[in-house]
């Protein structure tokens, strides 16, 4: 298990931009897959980027244009960076990882969840 902390939620006007990220202990962070799944009260989690440890990424349609995953493998952390945000992005957002990720199929860790709340 890989211990992954999520920072950089918050409060922003709709049309702002924030950046979250998920700061991963161990060895293995370059060879895993980074995700990032949200989930609104009474919503299932949904996926909404992935990134394979090549960096190849995929985005959920919702966010396409407008969220960009990236990881640094030096500093062993994973970053989603959120613009033109939507009422409709008000989640709480976790950081995932894991040998493949996909919506059907999380990774096997899981960061505690960082809250981002859009406003109207």
């Known amino acids: 298990q890989v211990q992954l902390v999520e920072s950089g939620g918050g409060l922003v006007q709709t049309g702002g931009s924030l950046r979250l990220s998920c700061a991963a202990s161990g060895s293995i962070f370059r060879l895993l897959a980074m995700g990032w799944y949200r989930q609104a009260p009474g919503k299932q989690r949904e996926l909404v980027a992935a990134?394979?440890?090549?960096?190849?990424?995929n985005y959920a349609d919702s966010v396409k244009g407008r969220f960009t995953i990236s990881r640094d493998n030096a500093k062993n952390t994973a970053y989603l960076q959120m613009n033109s945000l939507k009422p409709e992005d008000t989640a709480v957002y976790y950081c995932n990882a894991g040998g493949i990720i996909s919506a059907s199929a999380p990774g096997r860790s899981w960061g505690q969840g960082t809250q981002v709340t859009v406003s109207s």
């Open positions: 990134i394979t440890s090549g960096g190849m990424s």
